[in-house]
């Protein structure tokens, strides 16, 4: 959708949303809590809450990282809620699971979220095998208190949630199910409220998306597991989506992933991890503007690029760490270390070394040059096969060389023990 500013100045805002998801609460890089740094990003977006004076606070899913989340997760969710209420008293506050959350736990302080005007929806409600719409529509007012438009919130289908494909469905049944379980939710909800403004929140991997690697689970099971974008109807003016981690748009400007709070892998630390402002005035244009979070901790990969040799990583660390300030909480540092031939102990090695500077080790991958497998021309059976000819391969697999001649002495020898 084309949004001309110079024109939509003259046009009324009439509700703001804030659009944030994938909180991943509980979190830990390689062992080391990331507490302080949800603190840290919780507090900006407090603090955009309640300048920008947002009507609605959207919270897509993954809440938590974990289905049985810690005493200390929890409480900053509760502290966090507590502080968005008070920094935006009149917003709606509306929550979904994510595929990482406890579901029926995130419902069940609904009667204390009642006095604070938090809707929390965990499960997919059903009455008597039928989508019940109440359960999953929040209301949302703009600043006179008039009601505005509603949030159709869906939280992470599980499978029992899914309608059950016929035989007559071709292609996935499960990409089938999240469409007509979307398709029954929009038209249960259009049935509550007519052709007011409709915003949807949803937890899903919608197709087009870019994943980033070993974060996602890929959560709907089977080969095709993403759902086209086309289950979002034209006529909802907003879908706050969870599960990317990265913020972008998929298909339209106005189906959206707001991304994670803070980089929860190596592939991440390249993202503008942030929050989604939405202004939709009172024709139903959408203005989005999304916010960059400042990031409390630095997240370096090293090198930047490419691998480093292991006699080069001290020299790395002690150039890279000259450039800290002093005060700052030690850096995440993700090291990619190339090696050539076996490098037993080599990780504990490195563990030893990085513990000497003031940087915490949140990856370490070792990279190895790639051998070309031998094409294998026709069956082979493990009976015909020398035993040496066996460890030579795997030996090649694993390391990445070829053994040397006192590898194959040492298996000669080991072969013979009785
Ligand atoms: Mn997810």
């Known amino acids: 959708m084309q949004t001309d500013r110079s024109f939509r100045l003259n046009v ?54 974990s289905l049985n989340p810690s005493a200390e997760a929890q409480r900053l969710f509760y502290e966090t809620l507590r ?38 929806i965990g499960v997919v409600a059903r009455a008597g095998g039928v989508l019940d719409p109440r359960a999953h529509l929040v209301a949302v007012k703009d600043h006179a208190g008039v009601l505005a438009a509603h949030i159709l919130a869906l939280p ?46 949803g937890h899903l991997h919608v197709a ?33 989506l969870g599960h990317l981690h990265r913020p972008q748009k998929i298909g339209r400007e106005t189906i959206r992933y707001s991304g994670s709070l803070i980089p929860m892998s190596k592939t991440e630390i390249d993202y503008a991890h942030g929050v989604t402002l939405v202004d939709i005035d009172v024709l139903g244009e ?16 090293l090198p930047a690029r490419g691998a480093l040799a292991p006699e080069r990583i001290a020299g790395a660390l002690t150039e890279f760490c000259a450039g800290l300030a002093p005060d700052a909480p030690w850096p995440f540092v993700y090291l990619v270390v190339r090696v050539e031939g076996p490098a037993t102990g080599l990780k504990a090695e490195i563990d030893a070394l990085v513990q000497k500077f003031p940087v915490r080790l949140a990856s370490l991958s070792i990279e190895r ?3 070309e497998p031998a094409a294998l021309t026709e069956a082979v059976r493990l009976v015909d096969c020398a035993p040496r000819d066996l460890f030579a391969a795997a030996f090649a697999h694993t390391h990445g060389v070829e053994p040397t001649p006192a590898h194959l002495q040492c298996f000669d020898q080991l072969i013979q023990e009785p």
């Open 12 to 65: 009324e805002v009439m509700i703001r949303l804030l659009h944030t998801a994938d909180w991943h609460l509980g979190a830990a890089l390689h062992g080391w809590s990331r507490e302080p740094e949800h603190r840290a990003a919780l507090a900006q977006i407090i603090e955009i809450a309640r300048e920008r004076e947002v009507n609605a606070i959207i919270v897509a899913g993954d809440i938590f990282d």
């Open 83 to 120: 502080n968005l209420r008070a920094a935006c008293p009149a917003a709606t506050i509306a929550l979904i699971a994510g595929n990482h959350d406890p579901a029926g736990r995130l419902e069940a302080p609904r009667a204390l979220f009642e006095f604070a005007g938090v809707h929390s």
């Open 156 to 201: 992470y289908p599980r499978a029992a949630d899914l309608p059950v494909a016929g035989a007559d469905v071709s292609g996935s049944p499960v990409v089938w199910g999240v469409r007509e379980l979307y398709r029954e939710a929009i038209a249960a909800a259009r049935r509550e409220i007519g052709d007011a403004p409709l915003i949807l929140t």
């Open 208 to 240: 087009g998306g870019l994943e980033s690697e070993g974060a996602e689970r890929r959560i709907l099971i089977g080969g095709e597991h993403a759902a086209p974008p086309d289950i979002f109807p034209a006529d909802v003016a907003y879908v706050a």
């Open 286 to 301: 959408t203005l989005i503007d999304h916010i960059q979070l400042a990031r409390s901790v630095v997240h370096q990969r």
């Open 369 to 371: 040059p790639r051998l």
